[in-house]
């Protein structure tokens, strides 16, 4: 038997604080310059593993990365742990109800992002060379799963990117994120789905159907019963006034503990399990967005570094990289999601400036092809090359996602807040703390204006929408909209919280500024522009306490004008 010694907690110790430390110090660096933490995470384990300086300082790297089995043990049981909630936290983000709703285009877009990327990638891994393969005897099974690999996009990428760029609240990024959760779901389905399969001693056609049938029943269950207890579950939990979020976080560990065996001893890999637990529990509307944050900040800030830093410490990337593979998946992974999203998107009725927007929003691999690449990897399905490959691949398309995504952006015509907003359209002290009243005392005075619907029509619409996906921003800021048949332009309105308004923020922070926006039907282009200036305009201090501090309603508009002409809120 056994037992770890103090040198193993020592060592241990030491891994932990130089990993760490520096994966988190590069990770922000990285965030500075609006890139993934992730390539920063993975630079620190090449820099550290046998890449770099176990090729040009042997002796420091076997002092602190020694060469036994239970020292190694320990870092590898942590990074997986890392790995299990990540799918778990990605889960989390999965707002499935609301993306079924969203189902006609964004199922359009994800079942094309995923039938286009397979059949584009599939041929050419078919043919790859026999020394780029483990076995060649295996060489379909291997082609099928590189073409899985090049369907799935990075929902955490995107979601960060649509962030940065203001425009996760908006109907063009609720679209983006319902059609990457069911390309997630499929994506995801179908790899662990081809993984069992090839983990098999042998081809057991019986084996193999009781396996496919077992997931998918377990999926369908946990997405239609499942997700109504766990929603219940979560409610109970918040109803008792159990401590928050620390008794939901204990729960949603314990389930994805509990669906990871499920799915383990179906024959597929627990990561699933973690992933659809995490989709049923982010189903749930008890859980608020401060404990989602909790989550993913405890996910991300510790497990996460530690598992891509791991990667790096395992595998030699000079000595597996070759060109070729590299150039091939890159190119093949990127345009093939591309293409697949922008095919699917031509066949939605949605405005042709949102198109190039979403089909580039499903191009990044991120942490997600690497995952899959990890687990092929150790299964011995791909070679180390290949796995380099997946892995610069996965870096390359997340790296230049934001650019390229701010590119679409900019490119549209410009829109002036100004010529959609007035004077009598201004609540300069909403009474209500409740943000169902708010919106409504913002509906009441939209009714008051000429060519509008009447208050309850708005009402709904702004109500439906808000339900879907709640509209509350950082540093107290709500945008609730619609899109209405009736209106030809789009029309703003805004209601001042000195007291504030809870609203489920994902800073925690309750609402003080409220600006509800009304478009067409075919407003994406507007609303994206309109909701992007004026969470820009609401990031800085300054402007904040200015309106705040406004005495009355003359007052207010005076600031609005001011804020929202175009010299002001360009400047960075």
Known sequence: MHYLNENNIFIFLVQIVILLG?????????????????????????LLGPTMMGRFMPFWHQAIFPNDVIQQNMLETVAWIGVLFLLLETGLEIDFASAWRQ???????????????????????????????????????FAIFMATVMTISAMPIAARALHDLRLSKTDLGFLIMSALSINDIIGWLIFTLVLGVFTQASLDVLKVVMIAGSTLAFTAVCLSFGRKTVDKIITGIKSAQMPQPGASLTFICLLGALCGAITQKIGIHALFGFFIAGIMAGGSRALSENARQVISQMVYAIFVPLFFVNIGLKVDFLKNFDIYLVSLTSVIGISGRFFGAWFGVNLTKLPKTNRL??????????????????????????????????????IISSVILGPWLNYSIKSRKEVSILEYFFARGIVGAIKHNDKNKAIMDLCALADTQEDLPDSETIYEAVMKRENEMGTGMEEGLAVPHARLSAIRRPVIFFGRSVDGIDWNTPDGKLVRFIFLILTSPDGYDSQVQILSLIAKAISKKQIRDSILKAADTHEIWSLLQDIFASKHITKK
């Not at 964004?106 to 995923?114: E, F, N, R, T, V």
């Not at 059949?119 to 891994?125: L, R, S």
């Open 357 to 394: 927007s979403i089909a580039i929003a499903h191009t990044p691999g991120g942490a997600m092809e690497i995952v899959v690449g990890l687990l092929a990897l150790e299964h011995n399905l791909i070679t180390e090359p290949i796995f380099v490959a997946i892995v610069f691949g996965a």
């Open 22 to 46: 520096l994966a988190r110090g590069l990770g922000e660096l990285f965030q500075k310059w609006k890139q993934p933490p992730l390539t920063a995470e993975l630079l620190v384990g090449i």
């Open 103 to 141: 189902r006609g285009d964004a199922l359009k877009i994800a079942l094309s992002d995923i039938i286009m990327p397979m059949v584009i990638a599939f041929i050419p891994f078919f043919f790859l060379p026999d020394h780029y393969l483990v076995n060649s005897h295996q060489r379909l099974i």
